[in-house]
């Protein structure tokens, strides 16, 4: 387990997450793209809400709002992306949908 990588990997997600509030959307693929190749390299597993607030198809970081809509579902929570794109979770009815 490398500590270096995993505080880039956050930093790069805290970096997405500011860039998607801009709507800099290409710049925040590119934070969340680097996180995933930094991720494989060091074989880590990329954090649960790093997982949760990024596109699986474009890799856009999502802010429910501005290119997301988050809808609960009984059970479950569905996001979906501007790309078209849905992501469907577990709602264990704690707080981990959100940020
Ligand atoms: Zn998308």
Partial sequence: MSVVATE???R???LA???ARTGEFDRAREHVRLARRIAER???SLPRRFR???CDRCDV???PGANARVRLRPGRV???CDCGATARYPHSG??????
Avoid: N, P, Q
Wanted: proline share 0%; no cysteine.
């Fill in 8 to 10: 880039r990997i956050e």
């Fill in 12 to 14: 790069l997600r805290a």
């Fill in 17 to 19: 997450r500011e860039a």
């Fill in 94 to 99: 704690r707080t981990d949908t959100k940020e």
């Fill in 52 to 54: 949760r607030f990024t």
């Fill in 78 to 80: 569905v996001v979906r």
């Fill in 42 to 44: 060091h074989r880590l």
């Fill in 61 to 63: 970081y999502l802010r």
